[in-house]
């Protein structure tokens, strides 16, 4: 079920690095209702520019409070918008959309694998499989600052790649991904991140026979699987064709759409 809420109450904005933000605000339903890997689709302006909602993936959920995170990064008018409200201040959302990860499983040692703003849906995937699994994390970012938030949010067991080495293993998360499958095999992972890394991480995946849930982004307009806005070719598991990332995915099994 989604629900629109157009005045949802702004309870927090912290700025966590150069352009990253940790957004929360109150929408008890939309709190209630979300899967890991969902997102909401935020209008950032009462007026008509920017026209078009942005999507941005649900981080992490208070259910007790009502309350919805998101991680974002300012990218363009639309985030810089985001960026400039206050507490106090509403905001005008759509939730939980999409098809989110598959989280029936448990007793299973499980990988998540994250870069950059990737890693938000990642960190309510946590929250949700941390009591049933035994998850390690491998997030990577630009730098120290820009992986601040992943302390702040989730306390599971991560191991971390910078690209300048300020923390953890100085290079890319997908190194650290096969330094352990050299040690060990997990019954799954989830990834999210850039293209790039998805693909490296499908490669190695498919190496291990490893089950791959990936979570795309894509350029959206209506989020609901309406206009054809977002779409993205099908991988080898099915028939040749399109699939719509809003409404089919945005999580989807590594083989279902085309990433290499
Ligand atoms: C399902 C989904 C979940 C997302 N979750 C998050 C999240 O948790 N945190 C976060 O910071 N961002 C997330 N994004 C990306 C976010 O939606 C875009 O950064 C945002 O829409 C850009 O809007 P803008 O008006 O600021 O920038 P625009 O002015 O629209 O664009 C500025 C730049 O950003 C690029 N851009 C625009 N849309 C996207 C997009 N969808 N993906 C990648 N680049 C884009 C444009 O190509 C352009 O270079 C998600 C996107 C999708 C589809
Ligand atoms: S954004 Fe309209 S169909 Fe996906």
């Known amino acids: 079920m989604k629900y629109h809420i157009p005045q949802a109450l702004v309870t927090g904005q912290e700025k966590k690095a150069e352009s990253t933000y940790l957004l929360s605000f109150h929408a008890p339903e939309i709190a209630k209702d979300a899967q890991p890997g969902q997102f909401v689709h935020i209008k950032t302006i009462e007026a008509y520019d920017p026209l078009l909602r942005r999507p941005i993936s649900i981080c992490y959920v208070d259910r007790e409070k009502g309350l919805v995170v998101l991680w974002y990064q300012v990218v363009g008018k639309g985030t810089k918008l985001l960026s400039s409200l ?7 959302v759509i939730g ?4 989110g990860f598959d989280t029936a499983i448990s007793g299973e040692k499980i ?16 929250q949700s499989l941390k009591e049933e699994n035994n998850i390690t994390a491998f997030f990577g970012g630009k730098n120290k600052e820009q992986l601040l938030p992943v302390n702040q ?9 910078t690209e300048d080495g300020s923390i953890g293993h100085q290079g890319f998360v997908t190194d650290l991904l096969l ?6 095999k997990p019954a799954r992972a989830y990834a999210c991140g850039p293209n790039g890394m998805l693909e490296q991480t499908a490669l190695i995946t498919r190496k291990h026979n490893l089950p791959l849930q990936v979570s795309l982004e894509s350029v959206m307009a209506c989020g609901v699987g309406a206009c054809l806005g977002c779409t993205c070719e099908k991988g080898s598991s099915g028939e040749e064709g399109w699939v719509k990332v809003c409404k089919e995915g945005p999580v989807f099994w590594e083989d279902e759409v085309k990433l290499l």
Do not use: V, W
């Open 179 to 184: 330094r352990r499958l050299a040690l060990e």
């Open 96 to 99: 939980p959309l999409g098809r």
């Open 153 to 161: 949010l989730t306390s599971i067991n991560c191991e971390l790649a």
């Open 111 to 126: 990988y998540l694998i994250g870069g950059g703003i990737g890693i938000a849906p990642l960190i309510f995937l946590a």
């Open 86 to 92: 206050k507490t106090g201040d509403s905001i005008d």
